[in-house]
């Protein structure tokens, strides 16, 4: 992997992390309503689970596991 791959891999990291916790603080305010609309609290908990997944693939790509 290049360093000009490394940094925009780096740089797209930054930007899932800064989107996951964006959406733990919009269902924190959501569950605070009441009532509040559970098709909409399941969307935004599987966009946040598919965000987690896409961080660790990253994080994977840019620090590989050693086998020893």
Known sequence: MDPHEIEMLKVRLGELRVEHRDLDDIIAKVTEGSPFDML????LKK???????QIVRLENRLIPDIIA
């Open 40 to 43: 909409q609290m399941q969307r």
């Open 47 to 53: 966009r946040k689970l598919a965000l987690k997944d």
